[in-house]
C-alpha cells in the first residue's frame, strides 16, 4: 500500500489527519507508558505504606516491650532493693544479737573467774579448817591422855588422900 500511496499524492487535509493519527498513536503510546509508569508508582507507594505500617507495628511492639522490660527491671530492683534493707535489718539484729553474746560470755567468764577465786578461797579456808580440826583433835587426844593420867592418879591418891585434893587438881584442866 505503499507504493499505492507514494503513486497518489495525498490531500492537505488528509496529511493533516495522517499526522493527527500518527500524534494521537504517540500520545496513546505515551499515556499507556505514563499510566504504567503510575500503576508502577502506586504499586510502589502502596508497598512503602506498608512497609511503613509494619515498621510503625513494629515500633510500637518494641516500644510495648521496652516498657515492659523497664517496669520488670524497676520491679526487680524495687526487690532487690526490699531485700538488701531486710538483709541488712538480718544483719543488724544478728550484729546486736552477737554483741550481747559477747557481752554474756564475757560476764560469764568474769563470773566464773571469780568463782575459781572464791573456790581457790574455800578451798584453802578448807585446808586450814582441816588443820585446825587435826590440831584439835591431837590437842583433844593429848587433853584425854593427860586427863586420863590425872585421873588414873586421883584413883590411885583417892586410895591414899582424900577426894578434894583430887578435885582440885583436875580443876586447872578443865
Same mark, same amino acid.
Given at each position: *500500500?505503499?507504493?499505492?500511496?507514494?503513486?497518489?499524492?495525498?490531500?492537505?487535509?488528509?496529511?493533516?489527519?495522517?499526522?493527527l493519527?500518527?500524534?494521537?498513536? =504517540?500520545? %496513546?503510546?505515551?499515556? %499507556?507508558?505514563q499510566?504504567?509508569?503510575?500503576?508502577?508508582?502506586?504499586?510502589?507507594?502502596?508497598?512503602?505504606?506498608?512497609?511503613? !505500617?509494619?515498621?510503625?507495628? #513494629?515500633?510500637?511492639?518494641?516500644?510495648?516491650?521496652?516498657?515492659?522490660?523497664?517496669?520488670?527491671?524497676?520491679?526487680? !530492683?524495687?526487690?532487690?532493693?526490699?531485700?538488701?534493707? =531486710?538483709?541488712?535489718?538480718?544483719?543488724?539484729?544478728?550484729?546486736d544479737?552477737?554483741?550481747?553474746?559477747?557481752?554474756?560470755?564475757?560476764?560469764?567468764?568474769?563470773? #566464773?573467774?571469780?568463782?575459781?577465786?572464791?573456790?581457790?578461797?574455800?578451798?584453802?579456808?578448807?585446808?586450814?579448817? %582441816?588443820?585446825? %580440826?587435826?590440831e584439835?583433835?591431837?590437842?583433844? =587426844?593429848?587433853? =584425854?591422855?593427860?586427863?586420863?593420867?590425872?585421873?588414873?592418879?586421883?584413883?590411885? *591418891?583417892?586410895?591414899?588422900?582424900?577426894?578434894?585434893?583430887?578435885?582440885?587438881?583436875?580443876?586447872?584442866?578443865?
Amino acid at each position: *500500500s505503499s507504493g499505492i500511496n507514494a503513486e497518489w499524492p495525498l490531500r492537505p487535509g488528509e496529511e493533516k489527519i495522517k499526522t493527527l493519527e500518527s500524534e494521537k498513536t =504517540e500520545q %496513546v503510546a505515551i499515556f %499507556v507508558s505514563q499510566n504504567s509508569k503510575l500503576d508502577n508508582l502506586q504499586k510502589l507507594m502502596s508497598e512503602t505504606k506498608s512497609a511503613y !505500617k509494619s515498621a510503625q507495628d #513494629h515500633c510500637e511492639q518494641l516500644m510495648q516491650e521496652k516498657q515492659k522490660l523497664t517496669d520488670e527491671l524497676k520491679s526487680y !530492683k524495687s526487690d532487690a532493693e526490699n531485700q538488701i534493707e =531486710e538483709l541488712q535489718a538480718e544483719l543488724t539484729e544478728l550484729t546486736d544479737s552477737l554483741t550481747q553474746l559477747s557481752t554474756q560470755y564475757n560476764e560469764m567468764n568474769s563470773k #566464773h573467774d571469780r568463782i575459781e577465786s572464791e573456790n581457790m578461797s574455800l578451798k584453802e579456808s578448807v585446808s586450814q579448817l %582441816v588443820k585446825c %580440826v587435826e590440831e584439835l583433835q591431837e590437842k583433844q =587426844e593429848s587433853c =584425854e591422855s593427860e586427863l586420863k593420867t590425872v585421873t588414873d592418879a586421883c584413883n590411885l *591418891s583417892k586410895k591414899k588422900e582424900k577426894s578434894t585434893d583430887c578435885d582440885s587438881a583436875l580443876i586447872p584442866l578443865l
